[in-house]
């Protein structure tokens, strides 16, 4: 009988001995509803090295568990090494990422599609499922994301897409106008920020 063949490089039995330790989770509030994903990153001996998070708007819980996962090969592909192992407690996305369950909705098909593409630049790739409570600081930082978006409704911003990524240092939003043309922010950032703009109607 022939061997299978993964789409993933996961040759190794064990990861090699630089590599990046990611626990991510995803979550909406009402399913679909406000949601967001949470990422801690960490390296082979357990130091944080990152956190990552971000509101993405009304979407599903599968729909954030896939942005989580895309976000922590983004980060590994990005800082390096590229060899990571991922932590879930979605048992859905962990199947569907080993094969073992099939991807039928089209919206996941595109993200798990991404993914096996991210997936396959890395030289060692792991996923495996864990239980919501060895998954708390993610769970927690997909909260922090979906209480931002929230808090951003509620002062009467309009949000119908991914609002700010926010990273170690924590996200800031600045309040500010456009004159001849330049934006101008009420708050000092430093040279080379990266920023989002969105209109206030």
Same mark, same amino acid.
Do not use: F, M, S, W
């Given at each position: 009988m022939p061997a299978t063949h993964s789409p993933f490089p996961q040759r190794e039995p064990s990861p090699p001995e630089h590599h990046l330790h990611a626990h991510i989770d995803g979550?909406?509030?009402?399913? $679909?509803? $406000?949601?967001?994903y949470g990422v801690v990153i960490q390296n082979e001996a357990g130091k944080r090295i990152a956190q990552l998070s971000e509101y993405?708007?009304?979407q599903t819980n599968n729909f954030a568990e896939y942005q989580g996962l895309i976000a922590a090969l @983004?980060?590994?592909? @990005?800082?390096?090494?590229?060899?990571?192992r991922v932590i879930s407690d979605s048992e859905l996305l962990v199947r569907q990422?080993?094969?073992?369950?099939? *991807?039928?909705? $089209?919206?996941?098909?595109?993200?798990?599609?991404?993914?096996?593409?991210?997936i396959t630049q890395l030289d060692w790739f792991s996923i495996g499922h864990a239980l919501r409570e060895q998954n708390r600081d993610a769970d927690r930082l997909a909260n922090e994301a979906m209480d931002r978006g929230f808090a951003a409704s509620s002062a009467g911003r309009q949000i119908d897409g991914p609002l700010a990524r926010a990273a170690s240092p924590a996200h800031q939003e600045f309040e500010g106008v456009v004159?001849?043309? *330049? *934006?101008e922010l009420n708050g000092n950032l430093p040279e080379g920020t990266r920023v989002q703009v969105r209109v206030k109607q």
């Open positions: 979550g909406a509030r009402g399913n $679909p509803g $406000p949601a967001g993405l708007g009304h @983004e980060y590994a592909l @990005e800082h390096g090494p590229k060899a990571l990422i080993k094969g073992i369950y099939k *991807v039928k909705n $089209p919206t996941l098909q595109d993200l798990h599609a991404r993914a096996k593409q991210l004159r001849n043309g *330049v *934006v």
